[in-house]
C-alpha cells in the first residue's frame, strides 16, 4: 500500500517560516492536499491540488509538490498557526494520509 | 452555512455492527463525492471509505474493507456508514467529510463535521 512520511515535529519562532515535508514514492505524480488540525478540533483543509488555496486561507499559506516530495510553507507564522498539519493523496481512488508534523510556535 | 452533521456513534462490543448517518446542510450533497475519515485517540487520521457522487465508484481503506459498506441517500442530503464485525482497533472518532469533487480523485476535503466517537470494548 501507498505511504506518505511526514516528520513529527517542527518548531519555529513567529514571523519566521515553517515548512512541512511529505515524502513518498513518485509524489510529484500526484494531487496532494494539506489539511490543518488545532487541537479539539475538525481538520481543515488549507492546501489542494498541490498549491491551491481553499476560500478563506489566508495567503502565508503555500504548496509544491516535486519529485518524492511535496511541501507546505507558512510564511510569517503566528501563534494561530500552532497545530498538526497532515499531507494527504490518492493512490488508485483510496486516499492516504502522512502521520502527521505538529507545528510548535516558540 | 454549509454543515455536516454525524450521529450513530457509541459504545459497542467487539463482533457487533453499527451504522453512523450523516445529514448535510446548506448545500447539495448530490454534487459532491463524500468520505469517512476517522482518528483513534491520539493519533492521526485515517481516511476510511469515499463514495462518487451517484455511487458508480466506491473505495474502502484495506483495513476496513469487507467490513464497512459506504452508502448515500442524496434525496435525504445523507451519508452512511455501515460497520459490521467490529474490532478494538475501530475505536476512533468518525468524521463524515465532503470532497470539493465529484470522484474519488484529486480534489480535496473541504467541510468536516465535529465528529461521532466509535468505542468498541468489552
Known amino acids: 500500500s501507498y505511504e506518505l512520511t511526514q516528520p513529527p515535529s517542527v518548531s519555529v519562532s513567529p514571523g519566521q517560516t515553517a515548512s512541512f515535508t511529505c515524502s513518498g514514492d513518485?509524489?510529484?505524480?500526484?494531487?496532494v492536499c494539506w489539511y490543518q488540525q488545532r487541537s479539539g478540533q475538525s481538520p481543515v483543509l488549507v492546501i489542494y491540488q498541490d498549491s491551491k488555496r481553499p476560500s478563506g486561507i489566508p495567503d502565508r499559506f503555500s504548496g509544491s509538490n516535486s519529485g518524492n516530495t511535496a511541501t507546505l510553507t507558512i510564511t510569517g507564522t503566528q501563534a494561530m498557526d500552532e497545530a498538526d498539519y497532515y499531507c494527504q493523496a490518492w493512490d488508485s481512488s483510496t486516499g492516504v494520509f502522512g502521520g502527521g508534523t505538529k507545528l510548535t510556535v516558540l | 452555512e454549509v454543515q455536516l452533521v454525524e450521529s450513530g456513534g457509541g459504545l459497542v462490543q467487539p463482533g457487533r455492527s453499527l451504522r453512523l448517518s450523516c445529514v448535510a446542510s446548506g448545500f447539495t450533497l448530490d454534487n459532491y463525492a463524500m468520505h469517512w475519515v476517522r482518528q483513534a485517540p491520539g493519533k492521526g487520521l485515517e481516511w476510511v471509505s469515499g463514495i462518487s457522487w451517484n455511487s458508480g465508484s466506491i473505495a474502502y481503506a484495506a483495513s476496513v474493507k469487507g467490513r464497512f459498506t459506504i452508502s448515500r441517500d442524496n434525496a435525504k442530503n445523507s451519508l452512511y456508514l455501515q460497520m459490521n464485525s467490529l474490532r478494538v482497533e475501530d475505536t476512533a472518532m468518525y468524521y463524515c467529510?465532503?470532497?470539493?469533487?465529484?470522484?474519488?480523485?484529486?480534489?480535496?476535503?473541504?467541510?468536516w463535521g465535529q465528529g461521532t466517537t466509535v468505542t468498541v470494548s468489552s
Open positions: 513518485k509524489l510529484g505524480d500526484k494531487y
Open positions: 467529510v465532503k470532497d470539493n469533487g465529484s470522484y474519488l480523485d484529486y480534489h480535496g476535503m473541504d467541510v
